[in-house]
């Protein structure tokens, strides 16, 4: 039995999204300061956001052969043979979403959102180049209230 990853991996990979969005909700935004109160979950938020754009490239990349975890440079090589967009887009995600916001926990909620964009974004890619795959619309962070 096939699991929803590999059944629609867009669709999944924006479940993620979907998710992260509903995490960084708990971090109870300020908006006179324009953070985050908790980088707790702006980290969460962060790699859930990252592991949903890994669902996606993987589909579309096939990197995860052989022993091992796949680096960000087998990625950035992959990608960098199919399309060139798709590339910029992994490196802008990878820095926000893994470093900025995953590791680093950074409140500030202009990181955050440019994170989801760029989720979006590398999704959006992948669901372009992935024939056969089921579009389906991107979460908002306005469609969780903040």
């Not at 969460?44 to 975890?69: E, M, N, P, S």
């Not at 893994?98 to 979006?120: C, I, P, Q, T, W």
């Amino acid at each position: 039995m096939e699991t929803l990853e590999e059944q629609n991996p867009i669709a999944e990979a924006r479940r993620y999204v979907a998710n992260a969005a509903e995490i960084i909700v708990k971090s109870k935004y300020d908006p006179e300061t324009k953070l985050y109160r908790d980088k707790k979950y702006v980290r969460i938020a962060g790699d859930t956001l990252w592991k949903g754009c890994l669902i996606a490239l993987d589909a579309l990349l096939h990197v995860r052969i052989g022993k091992g975890r796949p680096s960000i440079e087998k990625y950035k090589k992959a990608a960098a043979q199919r399309d060139h967009k798709l590339l910029s887009y992994i490196v802008a995600g990878y820095e926000t979403m893994h470093l900025v916001m995953g590791y680093d926990g950074n409140k500030e909620k202009k990181v955050s959102d440019a994170g989801f964009e760029r989720a979006n974004a590398i999704i959006d890619r992948c669901a372009i180049l992935m024939p056969g795959t089921v579009p389906v619309p991107a979460p908002t962070l306005a469609a969780v209230s903040c």
